[in-house]
C-alpha cells in the first residue's frame, strides 16, 4: 500500500449538505437535503421526476435503477445505480439520467428505447423504465465505445432487474440488437466540463458540523445534520475517531436498506467512496492489496486475474448494480454471516488493514480474517476504525482452489450456503488446507476441524470421507427462509464431495452444455 499524504483537520466551510449534480444540461444545485434522503426520494418527491419507480425499495428489483456517471481522466465512466438505497448525497459531483432523459428533445427516442420497441421488450410500467436505465448503461459502455453485446454480457447488465411477469427473452434480445441501430453519441465534453467546476468544493469536506464525541450540543439541542465526503485518509480517520457516532458507509448496498426496510435514520453520514488513497487496487509479488473504496466488481476481477476460479463466482454476488456500488470493504466490515466474498477470503488467508487515527496520526494495524469476527456482526474494528484494505495473499504453483455459492436464485440472490477450499497438493498429499464456510455459523467461519483432518493426508476418498463427516459434524447452522439446517449440512457434504470430483478432472455437468 502505497503512503498517504497526512494532513491535520483544517476549519472550512461546509459544502457537504449543499447537493449539486448535472441533469439534463445543467448543474442542479439543491440545499437542505437531509443526509439520509435516498436519491429515488428526492427525484420522485421532491424534484418529482416521477419516470423511476419504486418497486421494492431493498436494491432487488431494479424499478428504480437511474445511472449515473462522474469524470475519469476525461471521459464519463457511467454506472447503473439502485437510486432506492443510493443516499442522494453520494451522486454529488456526478452526471444523472433518468428514463425520462434518453429521447430527444424532439422526442426521437434513443437507440435503446427504439430497441426496446421494435423486440417487443417494454412490458410492464414498473419494470421497463429501470431495463431501460440498466440497458443504457450498458450502451455507453459498450456499444458507444465500438462494442457489440452479446447474450452474456446482456445478462450481466440485467442482472439486477427483475421482471415478474417473466418476460426477459424479448429484453435480452433487445440488448443484443443495441448495435443494429445507427451510432448515438453522447456529448461528454460539456457535462465532463460542467463537473470539473464542482471540484474544488468537493475536495473542502474536512470540516465538519457534527458534533464531536463529548462536546455539549448545539444551541438548538439537536444534533447538527451532515453528510460528509472526504477525500483524504487522514480526513476520514479524523472524522471516524471524532464522530464516532456518525453512520459510515461506503456502497451503501447495506447501509441503504436500513434506511428503508429498518426505517433508521442516519442524520450524520460520512461517506468514504471519495477516498482516493483508498480506492486503488495494488498488486505486489506476494499479494494483492484491495482499497475499502474498490467496488465488488473491480475487486472480483482483480482476484480472478490470479484465480480465474472466482470470475464466475463473482457474478453470483448480487446483481451488477449492487456489485458497482457495493465494497468488498463494506462486505468484509459488515459482516453478515451469509456474506460471500468471506469464506472465500478466509480460505485464501486474506487479511484486513484496519486504520484510525490516534495521537495525532495515521495508525494501522493487519488481522487476519479467520480472527477478525468475535460474533454474530461482531469484530475486532473498534469504533474509531476504519477497514482500510483486504489484503489477499498471491496464489502459490501448487494452490488448487473451489468456491461455491448455493442459493435459491441464480442472480441477485444471497447464500444459503458458501464454501471455499483451497488445496497446496504434493505429491498427491495435502501439504495445506484451509476452508471457509458461510451460512453455518453466527459468523464467516474457518473449518478448523475439517482442516486438521485433511492436513498431510493423501488426497483420495477415504480422507474426502473423513473430511465430509468432520465438516457436517463441525457447524450447527440454522433453519432459516433461505435453508433448513439439514439442508445447509447436506450441501457442505455434496460441495465438498464436488470439489474432490473437480480436482479429479470431473467437471460438474452445466445445464446450459445440454442445450
Ligand atoms: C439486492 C442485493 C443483493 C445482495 N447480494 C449479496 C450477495 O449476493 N452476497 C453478499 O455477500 N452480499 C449481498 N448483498 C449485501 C451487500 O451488497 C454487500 O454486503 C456489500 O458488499 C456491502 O458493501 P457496501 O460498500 O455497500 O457497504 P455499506 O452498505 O456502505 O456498509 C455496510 C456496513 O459496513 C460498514 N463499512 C462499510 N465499509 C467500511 C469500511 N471500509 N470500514 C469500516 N466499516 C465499513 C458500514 O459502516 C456499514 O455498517 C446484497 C445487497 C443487495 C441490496
Ligand atoms: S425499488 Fe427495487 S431495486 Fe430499488
Ligand atoms: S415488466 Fe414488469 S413484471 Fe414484467
Known amino acids: 500500500m502505497s503512503k498517504t499524504p497526512v494532513s491535520p483537520l483544517k476549519s472550512v466551510p461546509l459544502q457537504s449538505s449543499v447537493l449539486r449534480f448535472w441533469h439534463r444540461g445543467q448543474i442542479l444545485n439543491h440545499g437542505n437535503v437531509p443526509p439520509d434522503r435516498t436519491l429515488l426520494d428526492l427525484l420522485r418527491e421532491d424534484l418529482r ?15 428504480c435503477t437511474v445511472v449515473v456517471a462522474e469524470p475519469v481522466a476525461g471521459k464519463l465512466q457511467y454506472r447503473a445505480v439502485n437510486s432506492c438505497i443510493k443516499p442522494a448525497h453520494a451522486i454529488d459531483g456526478m452526471a444523472l439520467w433518468t428514463a425520462a432523459d434518453l429521447a430527444s428533445p424532439q422526442g426521437d427516442l434513443h437507440p435503446v428505447q427504439r430497441s426496446m420497441v421494435a423486440c417487443h421488450g417494454s412490458q ?14 450498458l450502451y455507453q459502455r459498450t456499444v458507444e465505445q465500438g462494442q457489440s453485446v452479446d447474450t452474456t454480457t446482456a445478462h450481466q447488465a440485467l442482472s439486477g432487474n427483475l421482471c415478474r411477469c417473466t418476460g426477459y427473452r424479448p429484453i435480452v434480445e433487445a440488448a443484443c440488437q443495441l448495435q443494429a441501430d445507427p451510432a448515438h453519441t453522447l456529448q461528454e465534453a460539456p457535462i465532463v466540463s460542467a463537473l470539473a467546476k464542482l471540484e474544488p468544493s468537493l475536495q473542502t ?12 450540543n448545539p444551541p438548538t439541542g439537536k444534533a447538527v445534520a451532515s453528510y460528509e465526503r472526504p477525500t483524504q485518509l487522514s480526513a476520514l480517520l479524523q472524522l471516524r475517531a471524532q464522530f464516532p457516532q456518525a453512520q459510515l458507509i461506503a456502497g451503501a448496498t447495506d447501509a441503504g436498506l436500513w434506511l428503508t426496510q429498518g426505517l433508521r435514520r442516519m442524520p450524520q453520514i460520512i461517506d468514504l467512496t471519495r477516498v482516493k488513497a483508498l480506492q486503488g487496487i495494488e498488486r505486489y509479488p506476494h499479494h494483492i492489496a484491495i482499497g475499502a473504496a474498490v467496488n465488488l466488481q473491480d475487486a472480483f476481477d482483480a482476484l480472478a486475474q490470479d484465480r480465474p476460479v472466482i470470475g464466475p463466482f463473482g457474478e453470483r454476488f448480487a446483481g451488477w448494480p449492487v456489485r458497482q456500488s457495493g465494497t468488498l470493504g463494506g462486505n468484509v466490515a459488515n459482516g453478515s454471516p451469509i456474506g460471500d466474498s468471506m469464506p472465500l ?10 486504520m484510525s487515527w490516534r495521537q495525532g496520526r495515521v495508525t494501522h494495524r493487519h488481522v487476519p480474517l479467520d480472527r477478525f469476527y468475535t460474533g454474530y456482526r461482531q469484530s475486532l474494528m ?6 482500510a484494505w483486504v489484503v489477499v495473499p498471491r496464489p502459490a504453483p501448487e494452490e488448487w482452489l473451489a468456491v461455491y455459492k448455493v442459493s435459491k436464485r441464480q442472480e441477485d440472490d444471497i447464500s444459503a450456503v458458501c464454501l471455499a ?23 464467516p467461519a474457518r473449518a478448523v476441524l475439517t482442516e486438521a483432518a485433511m492436513q498431510g493426508q493423501a488426497w483420495n476418498e477415504a480422507t474426502l470421507a473423513r473430511a465430509q463427516d468432520t465438516l457436517e459434524r463441525e457447524f450447527s447452522p440454522l433453519s432459516d427462509l433461505r435453508a433448513s439446517a439439514d439442508y445447509r449440512r447436506q450441501i457442505l457434504r455434496q460441495l465438498l464431495q464436488r470439489a474432490w470430483l473437480e480436482s479429479m478432472g470431473q467437471n460438474h455437468v452445466r445445464l446450459e452444455e445440454l442445450v
Open 124 to 137: 410492464c410500467g414498473f419494470c421497463t423504465p429501470g431495463f431501460v436505465m440498466s440497458l443504457f448503461a
Open 49 to 63: 421526476l416521477t419516470s423511476t419507480k419504486e418497486g421494492c425499495a431493498a436494491g432487488d428489483c431494479g424499478a
Open 205 to 216: 469536506t474536512l470540516e465538519t458540523p457534527l458534533k464531536p464525541k463529548g462536546a455539549a
Open 345 to 354: 477470503l478466509i480460505a485464501l488467508g486474506a487479511q484486513v488493514v484496519l
Open 421 to 443: 477450499l483451497q488445496l497446496h497438493l504434493q505429491a498427491g498429499r495435502i501439504a495445506q488446507v484451509r476452508i471457509g464456510a458461510g451460512g453455518v455459523a453466527a459468523t
Open 382 to 387: 473498534a469504533p474509531d476504525e476504519v477497514l
